[in-house]
């Protein structure tokens, strides 16, 4: 089956530089992408999300950015800051009722 | 704080007991969800309700027992089960089940003796 997938199990960065997340994922036809922050403890909390017509969306310190010819997606921090620890899932989905695919998940640590 | 809240936080019980997770919500989602997290892993989708009704069973023992007696609430009901049921069972709902942001609950952390 369809599977999302991330790079890098872990990731450490320093406070105040910014921080880049990967995933990549397999289905051509996923047209719904998510990110999730999960602190220890707590459940997924949604950071962002994109649909397949857009290749890039900001927040507040964070943008995602979808490349739909390697089916990629990125997730970057500005500014990263020692609260943004944890465990950062993506998922996709394409048209199944509400199922998301996730990937494994990147420990992200900041180091002060 | 999450807008989903899930009781109890903490449950542990034996394998011949029953009980139930409960899960409410009131931002007027119609979407439900509930998820089976292991340590170290993503979510795994169990079940889907829209609209009250059930969705999607991704295959689930039948010692899993979902209920949706509204639309604000979402209970797993719990039997005899088993030492590798212990996980962190979230619960999410959003507004409509296509490509609309899930919002988690921050689970119920099961421990079966």
């Known amino acids: 089956g369809e599977s999302v997938g991330l790079h890098l199990p872990t990731l450490s960065v320093q406070e105040g530089d910014n921080s880049i997340i990967n995933c990549a994922y397999s289905?051509?036809?996923?047209?719904?992408f998510i990110w999730y922050k999960q602190e220890s403890g707590k459940g997924p909390q949604f950071i962002i999300d994109?649909?397949?017509?857009?290749d890039k969306r900001q927040g507040q310190r964070v943008t995602v950015l979808l490349n739909k010819t390697v089916k990629h997606l990125s997730l970057q921090i500005a500014a990263t800051q020692p609260g943004d620890s944890a465990v950062y899932f993506c998922?996709?989905?394409?048209?199944?009722?509400?199922?998301?695919?996730f990937g494994q998940g990147t420990e992200l640590s900041v180091k002060p | 704080d999450t807008e989903v809240t899930q009781t109890p936080k903490h449950l542990v019980m034996g394998m011949t007991n029953k009980k139930s997770l409960k899960c409410e919500q009131h931002?007027?989602?119609?979407?439900m969800y509930w998820y089976k997290q292991k340590a170290k892993k993503p979510p795994e989708l169990m079940f889907v309700?829209?609209?009250?009704?059930?969705?999607i069973n991704e295959s689930v023992p039948s010692r899993f027992s979902p209920e949706c007696p509204n639309s604000s609430l979402l209970n797993l009901h719990l039997h005899a089960l088993q030492p590798e049921d212990s996980a962190l069972y979230l619960c999410?709902?959003?507004?409509?089940?296509?490509?609309?942001?899930?919002?988690f609950g921050d689970g119920t952390r099961l421990s079966i003796l």
């Open positions: 999410a709902s959003s507004h409509g089940q296509v490509n609309q942001p899930q919002h």
């Open positions: 309700y829209s609209y009250e009704k059930l969705s």
């Open positions: 994109i649909r397949s017509n857009m």
């Open positions: 998922a996709d989905s394409y048209n199944q009722g509400g199922k998301l695919i």
């Open positions: 931002m007027g989602h119609r979407a």
């Open positions: 289905n051509s036809a996923s047209d719904y």
